[in-house]
């Protein structure tokens, strides 16, 4: 009984590692003529070495685990530093099980991974024996596990140790677990662990991977068990009946195939139980020899997506037809079109091999259906893959048209024509057929067709013979049709037969013939096509066919009375473009229109160019409309329009955003035309424009030449104003002052004029010279009305005599300006920054005051103190205005004046030939008033610091500030001792 089970496992598993012979049709058998191949291949029968690598599988761990080979690195690094923990740790604590049960896991999982790319057929360059590194993996579990249930006998877990060890120690061919294994499934019987152990006990059983009897498949096909593993057992079961049960094992093989699905290689492609089920499956198909596909089998393929299967299959039925009934064998070929995914190649070949078979059977009919499918399956054949073939066809086909010019032959002639010059391109270039294909519609006067395909075969005609006669042919159809017989007369609204489109293709005949012919019949046919065009293609294309007759045939009878219809037609429908552009023709063609009104074409064009200009402008296609109209100037300069078209120039230079343009047009309008009563308004716009694309002194021009030439106009003042602005803006100091003169000298109101004064005295002082500015101030108080503008003038004429170090003018000026009794806070403030400004002045004094040289020492020490007192008064002056930034300077000059004079006292030594009564008296005065200025030093320069919250002049002078309040703070008293 053993034996025989035996030789029974190890057939299996030989039966499962060879592969089956393709079963092809033998094609010497499949065709009468013995000249086609299978189409398809059969699929590859792939090997399955290790079909139990995926049977009895912990699913707890294969749901949570990652397959990914790039997570093989980081679980053998996780192992290392666990086995090394595990191995550490003293005593049986519940950590030390906690980790080896990760390690148990890790184990676990690793094994999985490496039994699932064997099982897959896949490689891991790590691992070049994979069966080698799978004991291996399998081995760690199993000594793992057995740790484990050594350590800790009483855990929950120990089931599930125990598991992991019986599976483990199966799977590398461990006989001696059999007893083992038998008794936990008895034990745990109907539980998952017990299945597991059943399902891949009979696997390695009837793969003959080991030596022990684990049960039938047949009784493991009966458990519950995850999927996987039963659609291997199912394949191992199938593959055991093939010779003896082949129904049950078609069954089997496609619920093992469906139920495999899951198992797949990376990138999604279908794994090898749902493959190696397939091709069983397909075998078993084709060995019946079947007529007509069976549907089931092609339904089961398509659902599980094995369209390669399908093909195979279908065609091997086709193949079978063919002796016996070429209709049928076409037939199961066409149901191939119906499967999902079929390439545009496979369809292509398919369809050719369905009109081979037709033409094999020399059936008309037949063939066309065919040709007509291949047609719509494959438009990039290589044509000679085909040409043959057309032409067995066409030549049986003509063949049946000369010997019965029937309506019906004919038409079945022309639509294998039509069929062939779509897809064949030997075919259609052949010009013979194409006239075959004319000359047969004709016998059965089908001057419609005749008529359209005539006009097909003169465009694609190789040589001009050809093209002529294909346009003869049509333009014969089309006059039998239409009824044209003789050139038109130029009148409106023509008799024509027929219908639009005809007569449109009647005039595409003629266009073509033209070239073709020469003399009065090419000039008829020119004119005629011109007038015709006219009247069915509309106007556009009508007066370009005229213009092209006109100018090839000027000296034409018909041209004159054609210029003449030309032009009235234009004009009436308003039409200045064309009406331009015939004028100009007529003229360089020396035509003149036959008509009285039409005599002076220089006018005419005169007149269609200003109004095409002016159309472009309503249309608001300003950029067009404003290069028409400069045109027009530079084509009739001295025409009454011209000043006119180049202001409508302008006009819409300026509206189409091309300010620059706008402005050149202005000025050649002012050169060209500087009587014109558009001047004034043009040169007014022009200085306005120029401003306002930033060409300042352009404009600055603009504006001076407007107050010139227009003084009594009252606008000449802003004029020379804006003009003033503008040099200013340039730098261009000189001229902005000269216009401004020239402004204030214009106007009459006199606050005006103060404030343009103001405006030149201000560039006098800064960029003028000390005489200038001192006039120009001195105007300016002449002028004013107001004490404001008086105080900021003289504020002014301190600073000049200032800078030129005229002292005594400064103290003058400065006496007359506090003098005078203001409330705004801008007169305030230049009067507070006048006595700072005085009181710096009075400050450079001071240092060089030395009482040791006068006389009366004691009243040289009085007379400093008293010049001190008035100068640190001025010199504080800005803090009386509220938030001036200049109060934090004063503070810190006043604290420098303190310290400097006190420093000053502290020089005095009276000698000793002085009184000692004066000595004691100005020793005293010095020791007091030292102190005093050396702590007002200190307060000063602390308020100057808080000032700077106010702001100062600029950052260099703070920064100076804080650093001397910084260090009167790290003195007590100066000592200068």
């Given at each position: 009984?053993?034996?025989?089970?035996?030789?029974?496992?190890?057939?299996?598993?030989?039966?499962?590692?060879?592969?089956?012979?393709?079963?092809?049709?033998?094609?010497?058998?499949a065709?009468?003529g013995?000249?086609?191949?299978?189409?398809f291949?059969?699929?590859r029968?792939?090997?399955l070495?290790?079909?139990?690598?995926?049977?009895?599988?912990?699913?707890d761990?294969?749901?949570?685990?990652s397959?990914?080979?790039?997570?093989?690195?980081?679980?053998?690094?996780q192992?290392?530093?666990?086995?090394?923990d595990?191995?550490?740790?003293?005593?049986?604590?519940?950590?030390?099980?906690q980790?080896?049960?990760?390690v148990?896991?890790?184990?676990?999982?690793?094994?999985?991974?490496?039994?699932?790319?064997?099982?897959?057929?896949?490689?891991?360059?790590?691992?070049?024996?994979?069966?080698?590194?799978?004991?291996?993996?399998?081995?760690?579990?199993?000594?793992?596990s057995q740790?484990l249930?050594?350590?800790?006998?009483?855990?929950?877990?120990?089931?599930?140790?125990?598991i992991?060890?019986?599976?483990?120690?199966?799977?590398?061919?461990?006989d001696?677990?059999?007893?083992?294994?038998?008794a936990?499934?008895?034990?745990?019987?109907?539980?998952?662990?017990?299945?597991?152990?059943?399902?891949?006990?009979?696997?390695?059983?009837?793969?003959?991977?080991?030596?022990?009897?684990?049960?039938?498949?047949?009784?493991?096909?009966?458990?519950?068990i995850?999927?996987?593993?039963?659609?291997?057992?199912?394949?191992?079961?199938?593959?055991?009946?093939?010779?003896?049960?082949?129904a049950?094992?078609?069954?089997?093989?496609?619920?093992?195939?469906?139920e495999g699905?899951?198992?797949?290689?990376?990138?999604?492609?279908?794994?090898p139980?749902?493959?190696?089920?397939?091709?069983?499956?397909?075998?078993?198909?084709?060995?019946?020899?079947?007529?007509?596909?069976?549907?089931?089998?092609?339904?089961?393929?398509?659902?599980?997506?094995?369209?390669e299967?399908?093909?195979?299959?279908?065609e091997?039925?086709?193949?079978?037809?063919?002796?016996?009934?070429?209709?049928?064998?076409?037939?199961?070929y066409?149901s191939?079109?119906?499967?999902?995914?079929?390439?545009?190649?496979?369809?292509?070949?398919?369809?050719?091999r369905?009109?081979?078979?037709?033409i094999?059977a020399?059936k008309?009919?037949?063939?066309?259906d065919?040709?007509?499918?291949?047609?719509?399956?494959?438009?990039?054949m290589?044509?000679?893959?085909?040409?043959?073939?057309?032409?067995?066809?066409?030549?049986?086909?003509w063949?049946?048209?000369?010997k019965?010019?029937?309506?019906?032959?004919?038409?079945?002639?022309?639509?294998?024509?039509?069929?062939?010059?779509r897809?064949?391109?030997?075919?259609?270039?052949?010009?013979?057929?194409?006239?075959?294909?004319l000359?047969?519609?004709?016998t059965?006067?089908?001057?419609?067709?005749?008529?359209?395909?005539?006009d097909?075969?003169?465009?694609?005609?190789?040589?001009?013979?050809?093209?002529?006669?294909?346009?003869?042919?049509?333009?014969?159809?089309?006059e039998?049709?239409?009824?044209?017989?003789?050139?038109?007369?130029?009148?409106?609204?023509?008799s024509?037969?027929?219908?639009?489109?005809?007569?449109?293709?009647?005039?595409?005949?003629?266009?073509?013939?033209?070239?073709?012919?020469?003399?009065?019949?090419?000039?008829?046919?020119?004119?005629q096509?011109?007038?015709?065009t006219?009247?069915?293609?509309?106007r556009?294309?009508?007066?370009?066919s005229?213009?092209?007759?006109?100018k090839?045939n000027?000296?034409?009878?018909?041209?004159?009375?054609?210029?003449?219809?030309?032009?009235?037609?234009?004009?009436?429908?308003?039409?200045?473009?064309?009406?331009?552009?015939?004028?100009?023709?007529?003229?360089?063609?020396?035509?003149?229109?036959?008509?009285?009104?039409?005599?002076?074409?220089?006018?005419?064009?005169?007149?269609?160019?200003?109004?095409?200009?002016?159309?472009l402008?309503?249309?608001?296609?300003?950029?067009e409309a404003?290069?028409?109209?400069?045109?027009?100037?530079k084509?009739?300069?001295?025409s009454?329009?011209a000043?006119?078209?180049?202001?409508l120039?302008?006009?819409?230079?300026?509206?189409?955003?091309?300010?620059?343009?706008?402005?050149?047009?202005?000025?050649?309008?002012?050169?060209?035309?500087?009587?014109?009563?558009?001047?004034?308004e043009?040169?007014?716009?022009?200085?306005?424009?120029s401003?306002?694309?930033?060409?300042?002194?352009r404009s600055?021009?603009?504006y001076?030449?407007?107050?010139?030439?227009?003084r009594?106009?009252?606008?000449?003042?802003?004029?020379?104003y804006?003009?003033?602005?503008?040099?200013?803006?340039?730098g261009?100091?000189?001229?902005?002052?000269?216009?401004?003169?020239?402004?204030?000298?214009?106007?009459t109101?006199?606050?005006e004029?103060?404030r343009?004064?103001?405006?030149?005295?201000s560039?006098?002082?800064?960029?003028?010279?000390?005489?200038?500015?001192?006039?120009?101030?001195?105007?300016?108080?002449?002028?004013?009305?107001?004490?404001?503008?008086?105080?900021?003038?003289?504020?002014?004429?301190?600073?000049?005599?200032?800078?030129?170090?005229?002292?005594?003018e400064?103290?003058?000026?400065?006496?007359k300006?506090?003098?005078?009794?203001?409330?705004?806070?801008?007169?305030?403030?230049?009067?507070a920054?006048t006595?700072?400004?005085?009181?710096?002045?009075?400050?450079?004094?001071?240092a060089?005051?030395?009482?040791?040289?006068?006389?009366n020492?004691?009243?040289?020490?009085q007379?400093?103190?008293?010049?001190?007192?008035?100068?640190?008064k001025?010199?504080?002056?800005?803090c009386?205005?509220?938030g001036?930034?200049?109060?934090?300077v004063?503070?810190?000059?006043?604290?420098?004046?303190?310290?400097?004079t006190?420093?000053?006292?502290?020089t005095?030594?009276?000698?000793?030939?002085?009184?000692?009564?004066v000595?004691n008296?100005?020793?005293?005065?010095?020791?007091?008033?030292?102190?005093?200025?050396?702590?007002e030093?200190?307060?000063?320069?602390?308020?100057?610091e808080?000032a700077?919250?106010?702001?100062?002049?600029?950052?260099e002078?703070?920064e100076?500030i804080?650093?001397?309040?910084?260090?009167?703070?790290g003195?007590?008293?100066?000592?200068?001792?």
């Open positions: 009984m053993w034996l025989k089970l035996f030789i029974l496992n190890l057939a299996l598993s030989s039966s499962i590692v060879l592969q089956y012979p393709p079963p092809f049709v033998e094609v010497a058998s065709n009468p013995s000249t086609l191949r299978p189409l291949a059969e699929p029968v792939p090997q070495n290790f079909l139990t690598d995926f049977i009895g599988r912990d699913q761990v294969v749901q949570v685990m397959f990914d080979a790039s997570q093989v690195e980081t679980r053998m690094t192992l290392r530093a666990m086995e090394q595990f191995q550490s740790m003293q005593g049986k604590s519940r950590e030390a099980m980790l080896g049960v990760r148990l896991s890790l184990h676990h999982q690793h094994a999985l991974y490496l039994e699932n790319i064997r099982g897959l057929g896949l490689t891991d360059k790590r691992y070049p024996d994979i069966d080698h590194f799978i004991k291996v993996a399998r081995r760690h579990v199993i000594s793992y740790k249930l050594k350590a800790y006998p009483q855990s929950p877990y120990g089931r599930k140790w125990r992991s060890e019986i599976i483990s120690r199966m799977r590398i061919g461990d001696s677990v059999f007893k083992t294994a038998v936990f499934a008895k034990k745990t019987s109907g539980s998952a662990e017990a299945n597991r152990i059943k399902a891949l006990g009979a696997a390695l059983t009837a793969s003959g991977k080991t030596r022990q009897n684990y049960g039938s498949l047949d009784s493991a096909l009966e458990l519950n995850d999927a996987h593993s039963m659609s291997s057992l199912k394949l191992l079961a199938a593959e055991s009946l093939v010779k003896k049960n082949k049950r094992s078609m069954r089997l093989f496609q619920q093992a195939a469906r699905l899951g198992i797949k290689r990376p990138g999604g492609d279908s794994g139980i749902t493959k190696r089920a397939s091709a069983r499956i397909l075998h078993l198909a084709v060995s019946s020899k079947p007529r007509r596909p069976d549907s089931g089998v092609v339904d089961f393929f398509q659902g599980i997506g094995m369209r299967h399908v093909q195979f299959y279908i091997q039925a086709a193949l079978n037809n063919i002796p016996r009934s070429p209709e049928t064998a076409i037939g199961v066409d191939l079109f119906n499967i999902n995914g079929t390439s545009r190649e496979a369809r292509s070949r398919v369809a050719l369905t009109l081979d078979i037709a094999s020399r008309l009919p037949l063939i066309e065919r040709w007509k499918r291949l047609s719509r399956e494959s438009n990039k290589k044509t000679q893959e085909v040409f043959s073939r057309v032409l067995k066809t066409q030549n049986l086909s063949s049946t048209v000369t019965k010019p029937t309506p019906a032959n004919v038409e079945q002639f022309v639509r294998l024509h039509d069929s062939f010059s897809s064949i391109p030997l075919y259609a270039s052949d010009d013979k057929w194409k006239l075959r294909s000359e047969a519609l004709s059965v006067n089908q001057h419609g067709q005749v008529s359209k395909r005539a097909v075969v003169a465009r694609e005609a190789k040589t001009p013979k050809t093209k002529l006669a294909a346009l003869r042919f049509s333009a014969r159809a089309k039998k049709l239409i009824g044209i017989t003789q050139v038109p007369k130029f009148s409106k609204n023509p024509l037969n027929g219908g639009r489109k005809l007569s449109l293709d009647y005039i595409a005949v003629n266009q073509a013939i033209i070239p073709l012919v020469s003399g009065t019949e090419k000039e008829r046919a020119m004119f096509v011109a007038y015709m006219m009247q069915v293609k509309g556009k294309e009508g007066n370009q005229f213009m092209t007759t006109l090839s000027p000296r034409s009878p018909l041209a004159p009375s054609a210029a003449a219809y030309l032009l009235d037609d234009a004009l009436s429908q308003n039409d200045y473009v064309f009406t331009e552009r015939l004028a100009r023709s007529l003229k360089k063609w020396s035509i003149r229109p036959s008509t009285k009104r039409f005599a002076n074409l220089n006018a005419i064009l005169e007149f269609a160019v200003f109004e095409q200009a002016k159309f402008a309503q249309q608001n296609k300003n950029a404003a290069n028409k109209f400069v045109a027009f100037q084509e009739f300069p001295k009454k329009k000043d006119m078209a180049l202001h120039a302008s006009r819409n230079y300026t509206a189409a955003r091309q300010v620059d343009s706008s402005i050149k047009q202005m000025e050649r309008l002012l050169e060209f035309y500087p009587k014109s009563p558009l001047a004034k043009t040169l007014w716009a022009a200085a306005e424009q401003k306002s694309i930033g060409q300042l002194l600055a021009r603009h001076s030449s407007f107050g010139n030439r227009y009594t106009e009252g606008i000449d003042r802003s004029a020379w804006r003009a003033a602005e503008l040099h200013k803006s340039l261009r100091f000189s001229d902005s002052i000269a216009s401004y003169e020239k402004h204030m000298n214009a106007v109101n006199k606050t004029k103060v343009v004064a103001k405006e030149i005295a560039m006098q002082h800064k960029y003028g010279s000390a005489q200038e500015g001192l006039a120009s101030y001195d105007r300016v108080i002449k002028l004013a009305s107001d004490r404001s503008t008086e105080v900021w003038a003289r504020y002014h004429m301190v600073e000049i005599f200032l800078r030129q170090s005229m002292d005594i400064a103290r003058a000026a400065s006496k300006l506090l003098s005078i009794s203001v409330t705004d806070k801008e007169s305030l403030t230049l009067q920054r006595r700072f400004n005085m009181g710096r002045l009075e400050a450079s004094k001071i060089e005051v030395d009482p040791m040289r006068e006389s020492l004691y009243a040289a020490v007379s400093l103190i008293k010049v001190y007192n008035e100068t640190k001025n010199l504080i002056a800005p009386e205005v509220p001036l930034e200049w109060c934090s004063g503070y810190y000059e006043a604290a420098k004046l303190s310290e400097s006190a420093e000053k006292l502290l005095v030594r009276p000698p000793p030939t002085l009184d000692p009564a000595v008296k100005v020793t005293l005065l010095v020791k007091q008033e030292s102190d005093r200025l050396i702590a030093s200190n307060a000063y320069a602390s308020q100057a808080t700077l919250s106010q702001g100062a002049p600029d950052a002078v703070a100076r804080r650093s001397y309040a910084q260090r009167s703070r003195q007590d008293a100066v000592d200068l001792q």
